[in-house]
T-cell receptor
Framework: NAGVTQTPKFRILKIGQSMTLQCTQDMNHNYMYWYRQDPGMGLKLIYYSVGAGITDKGEVPNGYNVSRSTTEDFPLRLELAAPSQTSVYFC?????????????FGQGTRLTVV | AQTVTQSQPEMSVQEAETVTLSCTYDTSESDYYLFWYKQPPSRQMILVIRQEAYKQQNATENRFSVNFQKAAKSFSLKISDSQLGDAAMYFCAYRGYNNNDMRFGAGTRLTVKP
């Protein structure tokens, strides 16, 4: 029972480099999310997807891009990494859109931009 | 926009004792859900308990219970008979009309002393 899997778990990037954070889920969930978690702050939504081919911006989308070509995968792309993007990134998924739906999270990717 | 506030950055409790974590939120909506998530050192976010705003009865899950005060917009988590495994960051979260954006508090780090 893998649930939500994120790779890599840790990464150090130099300013201006690009990378893709991978996220895959095996629960056949339609809804997927990317959050970032900064020290002393709650999780903030970067992007979300309600199904394959459909994505939309969250609260803090600047500097990021996403795609959703399959139900299982929801990669997050960082272009021109900046120190402000140093954070822990979480991917999550939910079965549906109902308010009571439990979100399932990956173990996070700790990204440092130097 | 909805906001979630956790005013206790850190709490500690003696093993087998009871501890209460505070959460307040701000919303103009009447229909919403509130959640408590646990984030252990492994970083994997785990749902602890959830509460529907329309239900007056407080939710309970084994040693975890909530005190939901809708008028006061308060949603505290009580952990009874605390165990060493309860040590973690605890996040309060809100999901309302915009179901695609779950709002999180900044978290409370709970330490359990043997």
């Amino acid at each position: 029972n893998a649930g939500v899997t994120q790779t890599p778990k840790f990464r150090i990037l130099k300013i201006g480099q690009s990378m893709t954070l991978q996220c895959t889920q095996d629960m056949n969930h339609n809804y997927m999310y990317w959050y970032r978690q900064d020290p002393g702050m709650g999780l903030k939504l970067i992007y979300y997807s309600v199904g394959a081919g459909i994505t939309d911006k969250g609260e803090v989308p600047n500097g990021y891009n996403v795609s959703r070509s399959t139900t299982e995968d929801f990669p997050l792309r960082l272009e021109l990494a900046a120190p402000s993007q140093t954070s822990v990134y979480f991917c999550a998924s939910t079965l549906g859109q109902a308010k009571n739906t439990e979100a399932f999270f990956g173990q996070g990717t700790r990204l440092t931009v130097v | 926009a909805q906001t979630v506030t956790q005013s206790q950055p850190e709490m500690s409790v003696q093993e087998a004792e009871t501890v209460t974590l505070s959460c307040t939120y701000d919303t103009s909506e009447s229909d919403y859900y509130l959640f408590w998530y646990k984030q252990p050192p492994s970083r994997q976010m785990i749902l602890v308990i959830r509460q529907e705003a329309y239900k007056q009865q407080n939710a309970t899950e084994n040693r975890f219970s909530v005190n939901f005060q809708k008028a006061a917009k308060s949603f505290s988590l009580k952990i009874s008979d605390s165990q060493l495994g309860d040590a973690a960051m605890y996040f309060c979260a809100y999901r309302g009309y915009n179901n695609n954006d779950m709002r999180f508090g900044a978290g409370t780090r709970l330490t359990v002393k043997p």
